[in-house]
C-alpha cells in the first residue's frame, strides 16, 4: 500500500522561506509521477510543481516559477519543495501526490491516485 507523508509547512512572513518534504513508502518515487498541489478554502486543488522523479524532468506552474524548486533524494524516496519568496498568494494546504507513469506525467490532479495529509502554509504581511 502505497503511502505519502508531507512535512515542513508553517508560518512565515512575506518573502521568506520553507521547505516542503514528502516521503514515499509502499512504492519507489522513481516508478511515479510526483506531484505537489495546493488548495484554500473555496477554491479548487490547483497543481503547483511536477517530477518525473526517473528523469529529473520538473515542470512549475506560472504562478511559482521562479521562486520554487523541485528536488529529490531516491535514497530517501523524498521529493522536496523548496519554496522561496513567498507572498501571501502562497498560503494554502499544500498536497503532495503520487501517480501513475503510465500516460505520462503532467499537473493534473486526477492522474494522482496516492495522496498525503495536507500541511499548511502560511504566509502573513
Known amino acids: 500500500q502505497v503511502q505519502v507523508v508531507e512535512s515542513g509547512g508553517g508560518s512565515v512572513q512575506v518573502g521568506g522561506s520553507l521547505r516542503l518534504s514528502c516521503t514515499l513508502s509502499?512504492?519507489?518515487?522513481?516508478?511515479?509521477?510526483m506531484g505537489w498541489f495546493r488548495q484554500v478554502p473555496g477554491k479548487e486543488r490547483e497543481g503547483v510543481a511536477l517530477?518525473?522523479?526517473?528523469?529529473?524532468?520538473?515542470f512549475y506552474d506560472e504562478s511559482v516559477e521562479g521562486r520554487f524548486a523541485i528536488s529529490q533524494d531516491k535514497d530517501m524516496n523524498t521529493m522536496y519543495l523548496q519554496m522561496d519568496s513567498l507572498s501571501v498568494d502562497d498560503t494554502a494546504m499544500y498536497y503532495c501526490?503520487?501517480?501513475?507513469?503510465?500516460?505520462?506525467?503532467?499537473?493534473?490532479?486526477?492522474?494522482?491516485?496516492?495522496w498525503g495529509q495536507g500541511t499548511q502554509v502560511t504566509v502573513s504581511s
Open positions: 501526490a503520487a501517480g501513475s507513469l503510465t500516460y505520462g506525467c503532467a499537473l493534473v490532479s486526477w492522474r494522482f491516485n496516492s
Open positions: 509502499g512504492d519507489t518515487i522513481s516508478r511515479r509521477c
Open positions: 517530477l518525473t522523479p526517473a528523469t529529473g524532468h520538473t
